[in-house]
């Protein structure tokens, strides 16, 4: 979907300065709708009233936009009714919330339950998304509230109980127990999160897990696990990760259907331990287990090593007290690591993040989040099939800087997942979003070229090739992998598959050890750029020819105002033919009058005779930068080459290394310059590079102590940025 400048920089800067007031964290998680559950439940107490929230209401807006919306037969008979008129004595959670609460309704979001199933089994993880303090008695007002994690963040969420019902049955998630309500909230307030409860129609386990944890999935088929998959299944399990699996059913009308060996197919199991040990018979030999759950609380696995098998007998019996084995139909079993990986067709592995737990003493991941967006004419590349436009893709610096702890035979290196979601395509599809094909690169930093920020450049990528890559580009919310590099400097390239589609992402890097990853270009900075001194020669033939203009124009006051400007550029630069470009505006010459004006926001908005000099040899060196560009002299550069322009521009005007600029600033100079075709003319260029020179010099002189902050009053910033 497309993006404006200001929308998307100033939602940029808030994000950034809740950071700083430590929002975001789960001891202080941003207010969604900027909604304070504490604020609001105290006005309804103070008012005696039910609360009714206005930006998720009672209506067919909140349901949905399709299939669920005005034009639906589906929601005409649909009621909004809180649990007091639904049943008798109704309760939050009734006896511990379990899987048995979460039943499907009329909505096709069985992703999203499975979710929530898996997260009963932690009650530290269920708690945290589910705050456990709330009732329709004490104190009740019609106010609920959950917590999720949102894209690096995490962001509480305020609903009222009115409830979509039809012949006063819940439409939608209900529970076994008629009388409890806290799974039918929980998806209300996961579909206010976005934007509709239709919203919710589709998807995947994995992404409600990560949401509820702000861990990262990793995906494993059997049949092409890694061999070091049971370390990481154990690792994970050090670490509180959430892990399930599950058996293929190819025939649909077979799923969850009861095998001869008692497992299901089609059924997910959650896997609750990975252990060893070390029966009688095996001399020094140990068996490699593996302890599954499944959520119906009953159908156990009967091969070896479940409950009753002959193969406990050969084990002592501290060793059977310390993997907790019983003889229960309680859902719970164990089974050989060989049977497991025979048995079972897929494993998924939500590894948490170090916030996760507030258990120090679980090892968890290092991860560090980065924020990025792909913008058409700019910063969406496509991929490595893209060579002209992939190297302006958004580019991360990776350090890892310790080796794993215990590594493989003959394989030392460090240890580290990849993550790349793109955000906001489900909230978006009422506008008609969908998800890209998405996937990453990674290329391994030259040393010489080690600390370097610079954005790598296209001949970098036409001559090296990827050190690691996702196995596939997918449409999928969030593409993972794992991988093993030695300690070092990389770059992880993040892309569509396609140029030109727009749309933000986070890339999270999960690592056992210490990593560091930073977008590059990710800091402004300036080191005072002051004009290149006038050439000390005698004037060339163009320089005297413009002498005489300017004082044929400029009249007895030797000053010349931005119309009579247009006049002495145009008449000159209209002989360059090699230009093909129809000269200045009035407005182009303004900035110009107003960048060249020594007195700036008190100046005389006209040029004498030396600034006017000066603004030439500007000029001159930019039209030299322009014609570099535009090879094919159409009189237009490729936005893609934006940055590269702009970087030789002011390079080649400042008598030290000149300004930076990071890659939103570039996001916005495409957006505000470029055509529809992505194409930048020479005006527009000028235009560009004159706003870029006259802000960075009032800014710097209104940073007198030189901090990199300056403070404006309403009227400062107003002159400023008019007469710049």
């Not at 999928?476 to 794992?482: A, F, H, K, S, Y």
Request: charged share 30%.
């Amino acid at each position: 979907m497309p993006y404006t400048p200001s929308g998307f920089f100033c939602d940029r800067l808030i994000r950034e300065r809740e950071r700083r007031d430590g929002e975001g964290s789960l001891n202080k998680p941003i207010r969604f709708n900027n909604q304070d559950y504490s604020v609001l439940r105290q006005e309804c107490v103070h008012r005696k009233s039910l609360f009714e929230d206005d930006t998720f209401p009672a209506t067919v807006e909140s349901l949905g936009y399709k299939e669920l919306g005005h034009k639906s037969n589906k929601v005409k008979n649909i009621v909004w009714k809180r649990p007091k008129e639904i049943c008798e004595n109704p309760q939050f959670i009734v006896g511990g919330a379990s899987r048995t609460d979460i039943c499907q309704g009329d909505l096709g979001d069985c992703w999203l339950l499975a979710a929530i199933a898996c997260l009963t089994l932690n009650e530290k993880l269920l708690y945290r998304v589910v705050p456990s303090e709330q009732s329709f008695s004490e104190g009740y007002v019609g106010v609920f509230h959950f917590q999720f994690w949102r894209y690096g963040d995490w962001v509480d969420v305020v609903i009222d109980d009115r409830i979509p019902t039809f012949n006063n049955q819940l439409v939608f998630t209900k529970s076994a127990e008629r009388n409890e309500f806290w799974s039918a909230l929980l998806e209300k307030a996961y579909a206010k999160l976005h934007g509709s409860y239709e919203a919710l129609k589709g998807g995947n386990t994995t992404e409600a897990m990560e949401d509820f944890t702000g861990g990262v999935t990793e995906f494993y088929e059997m049949k092409e696990a890694p061999k070091e998959l049971y370390k990481i299944m154990k690792k994970a399990l050090d670490r509180g990760s959430l892990m399930g699996c599950s058996i293929d059913s190819l025939v649909p009308a077979r799923f969850e259907t009861r095998t001869a060996t008692g497992l299901v197919k089609g059924h997910a199991y959650s896997v609750t331990a990975v252990e060893e040990c070390k029966p009688s018979q095996h001399k020094d030999a140990k068996v490699r287990l593996v302890r599954l759950r499944n959520p119906w609380g009953q159908v156990e696995w009967n091969g070896p090593w479940s409950d009753n098998s002959k193969e406990w007998s050969t084990i002592s019996k501290a060793e059977k007290e310390k993997l907790h084995h019983q003889s229960a139909e309680d859902g719970e079993f164990w089974m050989s690591f060989e049977d497991f990986k025979k048995n079972y067709t897929k494993i998924e592995i939500c590894n948490l993040t170090p916030d996760a737990l507030e258990d120090d003493k679980i090892h968890k991941w290092t991860v560090s989040v980065n924020e990025g967006r792909w913008v058409r004419g700019c910063s969406a590349g496509g991929c490595r099939n893209y060579p002209d436009t992939f190297w302006t893709n958004p580019q991360y610096r990776l350090r890892l800087l310790e080796e794993d702890d215990d590594p493989e035979e003959n394989e030392v290196g460090c240890t580290f997942v990849v993550a790349l979601m793109q955000k906001n395509r489900r909230k978006e599809r009422k506008m008609g979003a969908n998800l890209f094909t998405i996937g990453f690169a990674i290329y391994e930093v030259p040393k010489e070229m080690h600390g370097n920020k610079q954005h790598m450049q296209k001949d970098f990528f036409l001559f090296s090739s990827s050190k690691a890559r996702c196995k596939s580009y997918i449409n999928l919310r969030e593409v993972t992998q794992r991988f093993r590099l030695s300690p070092g400097e990389y770059v992880i390239v993040p892309s569509t598959y396609e140029p030109h589609q727009e749309g933000e992402f986070i890339l999270r890097v999960f690592s056992e050890k210490k990593n560091t990853s930073e977008e590059i270009e990710n800091r402004i900075e300036a080191d005072h750029p002051e004009p290149a001194p006038a050439s000390a020669g005698e004037e060339s033939e163009e320089d005297q020819q413009f002498r005489t203009i300017f004082q044929e124009i400029a009249g007895d006051d030797m000053e010349i105002t931005a119309n009579e400007l247009k006049n002495v550029l145009n008449r000159v630069i209209i002989k360059h033919k090699d230009m093909n470009t129809e000269g200045f505006s009035l407005e182009s010459c303004r900035s110009m009058i107003a960048l060249m004006d020594v007195s700036f926001m008190d100046g005389t908005g006209r040029l004498n005779l030396q600034e006017f000099r000066h603004l030439w040899n500007k000029l001159k060196q930019w039209q030299g930068t322009f014609k570099h560009y535009d090879a094919d002299q159409s009189g237009f550069i490729n936005s893609y080459e934006m940055r590269n322009a702009v970087n030789d521009a002011v390079m080649c005007l400042v008598s030290r290394s000149g300004f930076r600029l990071n890659n939103q600033l570039y996001d916005i100079i495409t957006m505000r310059y470029a055509n529809e075709n992505m194409n930048i003319d020479f005006d527009s260029f000028i235009s560009c590079l004159v706003r870029l020179e006259a802000m960075f010099r009032a800014f710097q002189a209104f940073d007198q102590d030189g901090d990199g902050t300056i403070r404006l009053s309403v009227l400062e910033w107003l002159q400023l940025t008019m007469y710049a």
